[in-house]
Each structure stands twice: as C-alpha cells, then as structure tokens.
C-alpha cells in the first residue's frame, strides 16, 4: 500500500510509533525514518529492516528538525507521509498540575506537531502531494478527568488537522491532513494501571476489551494511502466504541 513511498513516523521507539513504523515497513515503504528521542530503543530497525532509519529527534528542538528534515529532501526528493505520534502524559487533577507538567505536554504534543507539520508540509505542496496523519485521542472529543493538559493538546491537534486540510489544498495540491483518536490501547503507559482500571474501560467499551496497537497502525495505514485519497480534514475513532 506504501510502495515507492517516504515516511516519517515520530515517537517511533515504542508501543503505536513502534507498531506504525514496522507496519509501514511490511506494507512496502521505500524509506520509512523512525524518529525519536530514545534511540538506543531502535537500534533494532537497523537489522530487522532495510527501509527504516531511526532518527534521534527531539520535536521541541525546530533547529534539529530543520536540519533533519532538509537531510530527506536531499536524500529522498520528497516526503509523502508524515505521522504526527509523538506525545507524552503528565496527569493530574486541575488544582494540582504543576505549570512545569501543563507546559510540558503542550509543547511535545501541540507544538511539537506544529513544528514537524511547518517544516514538512511545504516539501508535501511542492510536490502536489502527501499525507499527514496526527495522533489525537477520544480525550480529545470527549475530556477526561486529570487530563486537562492532554486533552487540550489532543483537542488542539483536531482543529489544527482540519485548518491544514483547507490550508494545504487550497491551490490544488493534494495534500491531505487527517487525524487518528484512539481509544483504550495496550501500550507501554496502559501497561501499569491497576487491574480495576483496565477491567473498567473495558465494561465502557462496546467491543469489550482494549485495543492493540496493530489496530491504530492499520487506521493510520490507510489514512497514509492512496486508498484514503478523498478523505482529509477527518477524526477517525479507532476505540472499540468507547465514544459513540
């Protein structure tokens, strides 16, 4: 589905990152770059797959992703998929979050997008062309208690996909901006909640359990493909259910 394509995948060392980068790996990609700040954690790819290079990348550090990104359009001519899923979590009720873990959230998961989308989207227009998936979250739509920093970055990364997908099109490239909202997902940071939890979400979950990170890669998969050609400036819920 990714043939002949070029793909940056940030918060690519573990759980859906991790997931996405192998997943587009499989389908094909002709250079899937996996970044991320723990690159010890990818050191993996190198053996495991001839397609993927994993970068050490930092998305608050816009020198670095200048330079990075400018490395690919000299290397590569182009960028057609770009995958927004690097983020952090730094919960806590209103009156207790610290200013420190409020900033911090915002700028991995809200700036963060904003820097890699400004320095890629332009290579994308250049070239007519292109996909951005960004990783928001049903928290996003929907709130959630002692998350009122995250969920504003997953909030705010909807309404930036939908300016993105007017913005970038407006002069007939088909550039599209789309974002993927998970659900409940075994992953790394659902790995440690207390049994009574998981048991929880998944009686609020229709399907009845959580989802695999093999279920976010494939929503991604598509929305990076030329299968979701005339689909842009959409929420695709990937949860089981949990919000109808």
Not at 93 to 101: A, G, P, Q, V, W
Not at 150 to 161: D, E, L, P, R, S
Request: glycine share 10%.
């Amino acid at each position: 589905m990714l043939k002949e394509k070029v793909c940056i995948v940030t918060g690519g060392a573990q759980g859906i990152g991790r997931c996405i980068v192998e997943t587009f790996a499989a389908e094909g990609a002709k250079k899937v770059y996996a970044c991320d700040m723990n690159i010890d954690a990818m050191a993996d790819y190198k053996e495991r797959f001839s397609t993927v290079e994993a970068v050490s990348l930092n998305v608050c550090d816009r020198d670095a992703i200048s330079a990075f990104v400018e490395k690919v359009k000299a290397e590569d001519g182009k960028i057609d998929v770009l995958v927004n899923n690097a983020g952090i979590t730094r919960d806590g009720l209103l009156d207790r979050m610290s200013e420190k873990d409020w900033d911090m959230v915002i700028d991995v998961n809200l700036k963060g997008v904003f820097n890699m989308t400004q320095f890629v989207s332009p290579i994308m227009i250049e070239n007519g062309a292109g996909s951005i998936i960004t990783m928001s979250s049903v928290v996003g739509t929907d709130g959630n208690i002692g998350q009122t920093n995250y969920a504003a970055t997953k909030a705010g990364v909807i309404a930036m996909t939908k300016s993105w997908a007017k913005e970038f099109s407006r002069k007939g490239a088909q550039v599209r901006a789309n974002c993927v909202a998970p659900g409940f997902i075994k992953t790394p940071m659902t790995a440690d909640l207390p049994e009574k939890v998981i048991a929880y979400m998944e009686s609020k979950t229709p399907l009845g359990h959580m989802g695999e990170a093999e279920d976010i890669a494939q929503g991604v998969l598509f929305l990076a493909s030329d299968r979701a050609r005339f689909i842009t400036g959409q929420v695709l819920k990937v949860d089981g259910g949990l919000v109808i």
